[in-house]
């Protein structure tokens, strides 16, 4: 069964950076394509970016292209998402998600003066 652990996420100033990791367990991650979402208060959660399992193709929500960037190190079995440039908007719960459903607990990213 695979297990899905997001860390990374923390309180940074807008234009700030952080890079979140997706470490799996259990099962070889790059079986998987692999998602990162995010959820803010009061809203529905929502697609951010997504690899392929070879890592050959992405995708990125409008929002977050140009700033964000998804990759994976199938090697160490982990996929991360580096965020830069920072907005308070990207203030969320972030998940990483393994098809066809397995999620991480998600981890918390506060972009906040």
């Known amino acids: 069964q695979l297990q899905l652990v997001e860390s990374g996420g923390g309180l940074v100033q807008p234009g700030g950076s952080l890079r979140l990791s997706c470490a799996a367990s259990g099962s070889t991650l790059d079986y998987y394509a692999t998602g990162w979402f995010r959820q803010a208060p009061g809203k529905e959660r929502e697609a951010v970016a997504c690899?392929?399992?070879?890592?050959?193709?992405?995708n990125y929500a409008d929002s977050v292209k140009g700033r964000f960037t998804i990759s994976r190190d199938n090697a160490k079995n982990t996929v991360a998402l580096q965020m830069n440039s920072l907005k308070p908007e990207d203030t969320a719960v972030y998940y990483c998600?393994?098809?066809?459903?397995?999620w991480g607990q998600g981890t918390q990213v506060t972009v906040s003066s």
């Open positions: 690899i392929s399992s070879s890592g050959g193709s992405t």
């Open positions: 998600k393994a098809e066809s459903d397995y």
